[in-house]
């Protein structure tokens, strides 16, 4: 049901993660404190003015901030934790449409006791664009490529940028 990582295993975030499994959430990339996740806008994800609803973008930035905060693999002692979101903030740079490959990418920069604060900053490029091989201007190129990103993945440009505060509390 929910997509697998690139090593093939689920992360427990999307095992019975129905909003991501119907946005098409597909995994490149985890590691602690990271994830960069990948989808394509479709019809259905966009507003009556045609392009990416805001929700959408949220609701994408919002998987990789889940993704990034829980362990894929809990260790000893964090099995009955979760990581949830105590805030969050978005700010919608640019518009995203209907066929573009949307990117996200989420990163801790810091954590202390049981809260951490999280940015994700979400690209859209074209489905051509979002291969090492295509480059347009004003997207990113491989060597500039955002911390984390697999190098076979460039993003395009930056449309939003998430912050997410998160808190570990026990799984009820």
């Given at each position: ?37 990948r989808m394509a806008l479709r019809q259905e994800m966009l507003n009556g003015f045609g392009m ?54 989420a990163n801790r920069r810091a954590s202390t006791g049981r809260s951490g604060l999280y940015d ?53």
């Open positions: 049901m929910a997509e697998v990582t690139i090593s093939g295993d689920t992360h427990p975030v999307l095992k019975d993660d129905y909003a991501s499994e119907w946005m098409g959430i597909e995994v490149l990339a985890l590691d602690d404190g990271h994830a960069t996740i990416a609803h805001g929700g959408m973008i949220f609701a994408f930035g919002d998987t990789a901030f889940a993704l990034a905060c829980n362990p894929a693999s809990p260790g000893p002692g964090e099995e009955g934790n979760i990581t949830i979101a105590s805030g969050v903030d978005i700010n919608f740079i640019k518009p995203a449409f209907r066929g573009q490959i949307l990117t996200a990418v994700i900053q979400i690209y859209a490029a074209a489905p051509h664009a979002a291969t090492p091989e295509a480059s347009t201007a004003g997207a990113l190129t491989a060597a500039t490529l955002p911390g984390g990103l697999p190098a076979d993945v460039l993003p395009g440009e930056l449309v939003a940028e998430f912050r997410g505060r998160s808190r570990t509390i026990s799984k009820k």
